[in-house]
């Protein structure tokens, strides 16, 4: 398979080592072009031509949503894939508007990134071709989310839930809470020893301790019910389960998303 040219526009530290320690002597990628800065990414592209170019939203100068409207002027434009922590929906659909061909919420898996990458030069990606489609069926107040794309990896759709009930991907919460979920799919029993076995396991992965993965979960819960995203919740799980004034445990909220993992086929 010929090497696929990135182009890299991302000013967070933390992704530039990502990219740097796991894309660099990937012999599947060839990193053409790697700059903090929107300034300058519509000139660059055009000169290096990339296959794919990685896009965050947040840049110095230029933000990315008026880099994509500038790229939709080559002729021989690449695929963008939008790689970010804002998880407004807004910003999403105003990113699909302006032609970006997916969209990967921060922080996400490398492997499964490489694989988005791989797909959608291959053109192996129905639902990413049709993102306005799939971007109106998850945010869309006439859609219902039971309709949410089925073949997506598993981290990409626990994102898109997270996304729904907004709990916002910077929070530490996020990551122990999508960590759960996979566990609790992987394992249903887990749930019921989830201070013996959940959050010592989860701690474990992330050098921290168990209290505080109980601690940034249950935060992670209360600012998605802080949000008033009630209805969006309920359409998650396809029933009115709870309203404004109740939330689930950290446990009920694990197993229900875990749940409706496994019931759509995982």
């Known amino acids: 398979m010929q090497k696929i040219k990135l182009a890299v526009i991302d000013d967070s530290t933390q992704t530039k080592e990502v990219i740097k ?3 660099e002597n990937d012999e599947n990628f060839d990193i053409v072009y790697f700059d903090g800065d929107g300034a300058n990414a519509y000139q660059e592209i055009a000169n290096t031509n990339p296959d794919v170019v990685l896009l965050d939203l947040v ?24 790689t970010t922590a804002l998880t407004n929906e807004n910003f999403v659909k105003k990113a699909v508007e302006l032609g970006a061909n997916d969209y990967i919420v921060k922080p996400y898996d ?11 030069v291959m053109g192996d990606n ?10 109106d069926e998850v945010f869309g107040s006439n859609h219902s989310t039971s309709r949410i794309i089925k073949n997506r990896s598993l981290e990409e759709r626990i994102s898109n839930i997270f996304i729904m009930v907004g709990i916002p ?6 990551q122990f809470l999508r960590e759960a979920i996979k566990m609790a799919i992987n ?9 013996k076995k959940l959050y010592p396991s989860i701690a474990e992965k992330f050098g921290t301790s168990a209290s505080k993965v109980e ?15 009630i209805e969006n919740i309920n359409d998650v799980f396809g029933l ?15 197993a229900l998303v875990a749940d409706k993992m496994i019931i759509e086929g995982c």
């Open 110 to 120: 490398v492997e499964m990134l490489k694989q988005r990458i791989k797909s959608v």
């Open 59 to 82: 840049l110095p100068n230029k933000d990315g949503l008026a880099v994509l409207g500038e790229l939709g002027a080559l002729n021989d434009k690449p695929k963008v894939m939008v």
């Open 215 to 229: 601690r940034a979960i249950r935060h992670a819960i209360e600012v998605a019910w802080n949000r008033g995203k």
């Open 169 to 174: 991907a910077h929070i530490k919460g996020y």
């Open 126 to 135: 129905t639902e990413v071709s049709n993102t306005q489609k799939h971007i």
């Open 240 to 254: 009115r389960v709870y309203d404004s004034n109740e939330k689930p445990t950290n446990g009920e909220f694990i």
């Open 21 to 23: 320690n796991n894309f």
């Open 187 to 195: 394992e249903p029993e887990i749930v019921n020893s989830i201070t």
